[in-house]
């Protein structure tokens, strides 16, 4: 399986974006996706996750109210909306997937070691 992450861009404070990630086979029901974001000079963190065959979704704090996760089956993308846009959001975005977590939690979503395809990331912008 391949990922394809894509939708960043610039944007001013308070803006949004779209981000898709795009998976090239299968079903994504039976993947565990997840968003993870690296600011520079930063290290890598999650940002949120989702089991598309639960609707489970599990997001970090700090985007809680702001980001959504969703998903089109048919198209094998998922989507992370991303409202209310804050300079501390900007980073490179990257989209992974897992072979589906039945047992999914935010302790395991924060992990990057459980995801084991990595798309490539795209880049997120926001100016003050």
């Known amino acids: 399986v391949q990922l394809q992450a894509s939708g960043g861009g610039s944007v001013q404070a308070g803006g949004s974006l779209r981000l898709s990630c795009d998976v090239s086979e299968g079903t994504l029901d039976s993947y565990t996706i997840g968003w993870f974001r690296q600011a520079p000079g930063k290290e890598r963190e999650a940002v949120s996750c989702i089991n598309p065959a639960a609707d489970t979704k599990y997001y970090v704090d700090s985007v809680k109210g702001r980001f959504s996760l969703s998903e089109d089956g048919a198209k094998r993308t998922v989507y992370l909306q991303m409202n209310a846009l804050k300079p501390e959001d900007t980073a490179v975005y990257y989209c992974?997937?897992?072979?589906?977590?039945?047992?999914?939690?935010?302790?395991?979503?924060?992990?990057?070691?459980?995801?084991?395809?990595w798309g490539r990331g795209t880049l997120v912008t926001v100016s003050s």
């Open positions: 992974a997937s897992s072979p589906r977590i039945r047992s999914l939690s935010w302790a395991i979503c924060r992990l990057a070691f459980a995801f084991d395809v």
